[in-house]
């Protein structure tokens, strides 16, 4: 099994919000990332945990803060977002860090988020 | 740095057509390469993979080659059915220090529709 799962599907928001984006899997991946896409876009890297641990943040504004709680679980937590912020976040995993490049990453369904 | 060129879209093509997008690299030492497959409003889906010089990957009628003297990993089917309108993603995995996770760099993206 190969299912990584993200809730909500859906997400309006206003820019003085706070939310909340989840992403769970249960395959025993030690590495998980959050992803941006835009309409016609490839994914953009946000953050990366290995092993529970941030390893890598892409000069992400701070209105967006990632959670990683256990070696199953990552949110991202929303603040004050901008309507340019509105995109399909995506969650994905990879089992091993470090493994090699043949490491695979596998990807959630996204939250589609509008940021009015 | 890693880079990964596809070719430019939209491709439209009838049913039973056969299918080339064209997906070139520059990489430092021996990255794995993927093609992803994003359906409409979906997520990104592994579709095949490479991990070293002239494996093939395959899966569901597609497949592609790693040709390092080219670097290049072109996505072929031989017969392409409506359900396979989708974008797909070429992309590659190096760079990233020993023990690290490993980070995807994404093509543009190929936007295939295909007819009835």
């Known amino acids: 099994d190969t299912e990584v799962t993200q809730t909500p599907k859906h997400l309006v928001m206003g820019m003085t919000n706070k939310k909340s984006l989840k992403c769970e899997q249960h395959m025993g991946h030690r590495a998980m990332y959050w992803y941006k896409q835009k309409a016609k876009k490839p994914p953009e890297l946000m953050f990366v945990y290995s092993y529970e641990k941030l390893s890598i943040n892409e000069s992400v504004p701070s209105r967006f803060s990632p959670e990683c709680p256990n070696s199953s679980l990552l949110n991202l937590h929303l603040h004050a977002l901008q309507p340019e912020d509105s995109a399909l976040y995506l969650c994905?995993?990879?089992?091993?860090?470090?493994?090699?490049?043949?490491?695979?990453?596998?990807f959630g369904p996204g939250t589609r988020l509008l940021v009015l | 740095g890693n880079s990964v060129t596809q070719m430019e879209g939209p491709v439209t093509l009838s049913e039973e057509a056969f299918l080339t997008i064209n997906c070139t690299y520059t990489a430092t030492g021996y990255p794995s390469l993927f093609w992803y497959v994003q359906y409409p409003g979906e997520g990104l889906q592994l579709l095949l993979k490479a991990t070293k010089a002239d494996d093939k990957g395959s899966n569901k009628g597609f497949e592609a080659t790693y040709r390092k003297e080219t670097t290049s990993f072109h996505l072929e089917k031989g017969s392409v059915q409506v359900s396979d309108s989708a974008v797909y993603f070429c992309?590659?995995?190096?760079?990233?220090?020993?023990?690290?996770?490993?980070?995807?760099?994404f093509g543009s993206g190929t936007q295939l529709t295909v007819l009835p």
């Open positions: 994905a995993s990879s089992p091993r860090p470090g493994a090699g490049p043949q490491e695979t990453q596998y």
């Open positions: 992309a590659l995995s190096d760079g990233a220090p020993s023990g690290s996770a490993r980070q995807l760099t």
